[in-house]
């Protein structure tokens, strides 16, 4: 029966990968992959051989007719993302919808994503979160930021090495330098770490540092 699963991959340690995924990745007829070349050391480190197709943000809108084509003529699909759990912070959302309006089953499998570890890491209250993804680059980014300031719910932010020292820089501006928060890097890797404090403390930490690997900014909500 044709399905489509929606499965979370490893963001760092491949010993994350859950029983359930590598078995639907064994079966399924073709996964849909943000990276082919990416996601190939992930299947041959499982010995999963499926046929891959990329899928990304570049030819999502263009693919989706022909992915639902095979999902209608009853073939069974995968869809995995570089790290973490497709559709957050990734390409997936726009296929799920099409899987609803088309009436498409499908299934979101439970595992690895980079914001519920980094908020539990952070201390801050885990009963109320929001999670902001990527703040925009340049359009929208004043309003966005200012659209935290009064936020009493931990916000979650995710962030590349090269904009991490301007977004905690736009962070003070909008917030102020004492709003606590906490930076999680390279989580489940071998150099995972997390630093917590007020956000001139955590400037003081990073700046001048060579900046490397993902990292995630939770920040507390406003008391
Ligand atoms: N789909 C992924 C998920 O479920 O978390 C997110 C993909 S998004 C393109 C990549 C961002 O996720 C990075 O810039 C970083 O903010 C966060 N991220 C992914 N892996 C991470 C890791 N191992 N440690 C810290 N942050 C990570």
Not at 56 to 73: A, V, W
């Amino acid at each position: 029966m044709s399905k489509l699963y929606i499965i979370p991959t490893p963001i760092g340690n491949l010993k994350d990968i859950t029983i359930r995924a590598i078995e639907i990745l064994k079966e399924v007829d073709l996964i849909l992959a943000e990276d082919t070349r990416k996601s190939i050391k992930l299947l041959s480190h499982f010995d999963i051989i499926t046929p891959m197709s990329s899928y990304h943000q570049h030819n999502e809108h263009k693919k989706l007719d022909s992915i639902i084509h095979k999902l209608k003529s009853g073939k069974t699909l995968a869809l995995i993302s570089d790290a973490g759990t497709p559709s957050i912070s990734d390409p997936g959302f726009l296929l799920v919808r099409e899987c609803v309006k088309n009436k498409i089953n499908f299934e979101t499998l439970p595992g690895p994503t980079a914001l519920i570890p980094s908020l539990i890491n952070s201390s801050f209250s885990s009963e109320r979160f929001i999670f902001e993804g990527f703040l925009p680059i340049k359009k929208g980014r004043v309003k966005r930021l200012d659209s935290l300031k009064d936020e009493t719910r931990t916000i979650i932010l995710y962030e590349s090495p090269h904009k991490l020292i301007k977004t905690i820089n736009d962070l003070i501006h909008t917030l102020g330098s004492k709003r606590r928060i906490s930076v999680s890097r390279e989580l489940t890797k071998i150099y995972e770490e997390t630093i917590r404090g007020e956000l001139a403390e955590i400037l003081d930490y990073f700046n001048n540092k060579k900046l490397k690997g993902e990292f995630v900014i939770v920040i507390e909500g406003n008391k």
